[in-house]
């Protein structure tokens, strides 16, 4: 039985299990236990506003935990953060190879720096960093390097051409979308929790996502990988690859569609992740969304 059959209750259960025995529960308790105290007082003073769906907010909290280089996602910096949290490479692996790109990391602070993830060896922080590259890696177009090669002709006056490599991108694919089913399940995991705190800001949501989801990273990248492990059987068809869209499916039901309107994953038709859904839910967060003080005007205009 895969993870995508469990009840809320049960996934959660075993995350929590995962982190008392890794050690990352306590900290983390106390650091949303931080927050808690200065988000009573905001939710003392808040106006019921609006319900708004609550993948959008955590979809840009993980976001916004991804490390960025020169303001850009960077593919070759986050492979070492990651092979580090797997601990796949030893840290002076990682120093060789960013010395042959020109970067002496013996040189790069441990914080502050866009590169002090390769110094820093809190992994904690590496772990985090990680799942958060990985989770919103599925929501970006992906290159044609991923799982096509160049293939050369006969003919010398011909350039070679651009053909799909089928095992590259089977194991593509089926990476694809061991990313999008964990994305699915711990963000619905993340939005139970977030629908028992009414009437904070989106920033304060946002915060809250933020914290539960480096409380459950080690949990989302062993999740990952069972979900890569358990679909190798699967078959993948690519349905569409363009500059727009990037659509396939696979034989055990589940439908994998990016365009414009971001990612959108069903599973048997039902939705699994997009537009809102989560595991065929939409989670709604009563929102304090309206400034104080707008709303004084509008109740001063309908008074008079």
């Known amino acids: 039985m895969t993870a995508t059959w469990l009840s809320l209750k049960l996934i959660k259960a075993n995350i929590m299990n995962f982190l008392k025995t890794t ?6 308790v ?33 976001g916004g935990l991804v490390p960025t280089l020169d303001g850009k ?38 914080q ?64 694809q979308l061991a990313v999008a089913k964990a994305d699915a399940d711990l963000f619905a995991l993340i939005a139970s929790e977030l629908e028992k705190s009414p009437g904070l800001t989106v920033d304060q949501y946002k915060r809250r996502a933020q914290i539960s989801f480096a409380m459950i990273a080690p949990a989302y990248l062993q999740l990952v990988k069972n979900f890569y492990v358990s679909g190798n059987e699967n078959v993948y068809t690519l349905l569409e690859y363009s500059e727009r869209n990037f659509n396939f499916r696979s034989s055990d039901g589940y439908l994998f569609v990016l365009g414009f309107g971001g990612l959108s994953l069903s599973f048997d038709k039902v939705p699994w992740y997009g537009a809102g859904k989560l595991l065929g839910k939409t989670y709604m967060l009563d929102v304090a969304y309206f400034d104080l003080e707008l709303i004084k005007l509008v109740r001063g205009a309908r008074a008079d």
Not at 23 to 28: A, D, E, K, R, T
Not at 95 to 102: A, K, N, P, R, S
Not at 137 to 150: A, D, H, N, Q, R
Not at 161 to 166: E, L, M, P
Request: with cysteine.
């Open 30 to 62: 106390l650091l949303a236990g931080c927050e808690a105290a200065s988000e009573n007082s905001s939710r003392v003073a808040a106006v019921r506003g609006v319900e708004l769906p609550a993948l959008p907010i955590i979809q840009g909290a993980v």
């Open 73 to 110: 996602r960077n593919d070759m910096m986050m492979r070492q953060v990651c092979a580090l949290a797997r601990s796949e490479i030893t840290q002076e692996q990682v120093e060789q190879t960013m010395l042959q790109q020109g970067i002496d990391l013996k040189k790069i602070p441990q």
């Open 112 to 175: 502050g720096h866009p590169l002090s993830l390769l110094t820093n060896t809190d992994l904690s922080l590496r772990m985090t960093a990680c799942a958060a590259y990985i989770a919103t890696s599925v929501m970006i177009l992906p290159k044609t390097s991923e799982f096509m090669v160049e293939v050369g002709t006969t003919d010398p006056e011909k350039s070679k051409v651009i053909s799909i490599d089928s095992q590259k991108l089977n194991k593509f694919l089926s990476v």
């Open 23 to 28: 050690g990352w529960l306590f900290p983390l």
